[in-house]
């Protein structure tokens, strides 16, 4: 191993750099599978182990190391295609928490379509609708859409890593009622519905957010059409919340609580790992 900090050595035909140093004498998988290794290992570290750092500390440490692991993967010159999706190809990915008791997790899907060999569009989203009864008659949904359209453009990486940038575009909704359909022998309440939450302290409350991010991140090809990935993101969000409007069971209805808005700028990330198939 060349003994200067930013060397770089021929090897296989490519000139290989390993966070900044050369590498030799391995092969290109063995120094694959232990970057990852150590990799995960470490923000295993950070997010459960040092408690006492902060949130947005955590972040921001999550974010260099990813960026130093693309950039130095990014410097290599040469790879096939084996493994990476081509032109024409989609994929399709779920959350993937190896650790946890479900491992594989389809309540945030993406799917990207390939436009070339190293550009792709994208798109993730989840759905969801709420119902519950917990006293007879007594009703309190929910409704929630996101919607994150984007694009990205992938380095050269390795024969099976493939690191890329992009940005997206994000777009949420939810919406909250609670109806109250209780006879007067059933013991009604004075309130006959609400719009924008469950009840009047904001339970469930409804909101609309827009924001958009630049994104970094990285896909690993474990076996041909299978890939695990990770990204963050850094970009902003405006939340605001939805009016709460109260129906007397008289009918005539109060002033309704008005909704604040929050605007926050930086960093973002998914949690759990991405587990993706091309077809």
Not at 210 to 236: M, P, Q, T
Not at 247 to 267: E, M, V
């Amino acid at each position: 191993m060349c003994e200067n900090f930013g060397c770089e050595t021929l090897y296989n035909g490519r000139v290989i750099h390993f966070f900044g140093y050369q590498t030799g004498g391995v092969s290109d998988d063995f120094l694959l599978r232990l970057t990852i290794n150590a990799f995960y290992f470490l923000f295993t570290f950070l997010f459960v182990s040092l408690k006492k750092i902060k949130p947005f500390m955590k972040s921001i440490l999550f974010s260099f190391l990813l960026v130093v692991c693309v950039s130095g993967f990014a410097q290599e010159a040469s790879v096939t295609n084996e493994y990476k999706p081509n032109a024409k190809n989609s994929t399709i990915e779920v959350n993937f928490n190896p650790f946890s008791s479900t491992p594989v997790s389809i309540n945030y899907l993406r799917f990207r379509k390939f436009v070339t060999d190293r550009q792709a569009w994208r798109i993730s989203g989840t759905i969801g609708f709420k119902s519950q009864k917990q006293i007879e008659n007594v009703t309190q949904s929910n409704f929630e859409i996101n919607l994150r359209p984007g694009y990205e453009w992938h380095f050269v990486g390795t024969e099976r890593l493939s690191p890329y940038v992009g940005f997206d575009v994000d777009f949420a909704l939810k919406t909250s009622s609670y109806s109250d359909d209780r006879t007067a022998s059933q013991g009604q309440s004075s309130i006959s519905s609400i719009s924008g939450a469950w009840d009047t302290s904001g339970t469930e409350r409804g909101f609309t957010r827009f924001g958009s991010n630049l994104i970094i991140g990285a896909d690993y090809y474990v076996i041909k059409r299978l890939y695990i990935g990770l990204e963050v993101g850094y970009g902003f969000q405006l939340v605001s919340s939805s009016d709460i409007t109260v129906t007397p069971r008289n009918g005539q209805a109060g002033q309704p609580i008005k909704g604040g808005s929050i605007f926050q700028i930086g960093s973002n990330y998914n949690s759990s790992l991405r587990l993706g198939f091309i077809f």
